[in-house]
């Protein structure tokens, strides 16, 4: 089974610190994402990355940036938190011209931004 | 952007009963998915459907899709307490390379 972690489960940070939520994958997957969860609002796509130091911007990524070195790592910064960040952060991957984007997803983040 | 929308935002029935999920989107797509999300976890693919396809079968799932109507619906047949989850659905297509999310309908199962 494909396996996506996310190495933070639980995280609470202060405002203006920068924060790295880390995210790996096992199956050699080109394409990796990273969404956001807010209630009400579903999930929204933050950046995601078709390949190493590949990155597209997604619809929110104010306030964020990524980084793509290896092919199955990619990793979600916030230069400087922020109190609107507090949120649920889902990173995901899949394997490039499936034909069918499947996702598979980590477990989730939960960031806590005081 | 939200494309999908699910409707209801939330559904509680009682174990055996069927549960009936709802989504509209906006655009034109290439497939339809449902993917379901236990409390505080990410979100596990449940099934997908094509544009050109009708309406998809896999256990207890039934998925219909109208592009007509650019709408898609998840029924659960014989719900189970283990079923209680959110559920959404996403949609793909060629313009894009990540899916578009819903924001979800929960579900409570009453044992």
């Known amino acids: 089974d494909v396996k996506v972690t996310q190495s933070s489960r639980y995280l609470v940070k202060r405002t203006g610190e920068k924060v790295f939520l880390e995210c790996v994958q096992d199956m050699d997957h080109e394409n990796m994402f990273w969404y956001r969860q807010d209630p009400g609002l579903g999930l929204r796509l933050i950046y995601f990355?078709?390949?190493?130091?590949?990155?597209e911007k997604g619809d929110i990524p104010e306030g964020y940036s990524v980084s793509r070195e290896k092919k199955e790592r990619f990793s979600l910064i916030l230069e400087s938190a922020s109190t609107n960040q507090t949120s649920m952060y889902l990173c995901?991957?899949?394997?490039?011209?499936?034909?069918?984007?499947?996702?598979?997803f980590g477990a989730g983040s939960r960031l806590t931004v005081l | 952007s939200q494309q999908g929308e699910e409707d209801p935002q939330a559904l509680s029935i009682q174990e055996g009963e069927n549960a009936t999920m709802n989504c509209s989107y906006k655009?034109?797509?290439?497939?339809l998915q449902w993917y379901r999300q236990n409390s505080g976890r990410g979100l596990v693919h449940l099934i997908l459907?094509?544009?050109?396809?009708r309406e998809k079968h896999s256990g207890r799932l039934r998925v219909t899709l109208d592009t007509s109507k650019k709408s898609s619906s998840l029924l659960i047949t014989a719900s189970r307490a283990a079923d209680t989850a959110s559920y959404f659905c996403?949609?793909?297509?060629?313009?894009?390379?990540?899916?578009?999310f819903g924001s979800g309908t929960r579900l409570q199962v009453q044992p």
């Open positions: 995901a991957s899949r394997p490039p011209a499936s034909g069918a984007n499947v996702l598979t």
């Open positions: 996403a949609t793909g297509d060629t313009g894009r390379r990540a899916l578009t």
């Open positions: 990355s078709y390949d190493v130091k590949m990155k």
């Open positions: 655009t034109s797509i290439n497939n």
């Open positions: 459907i094509r544009s050109n396809e």
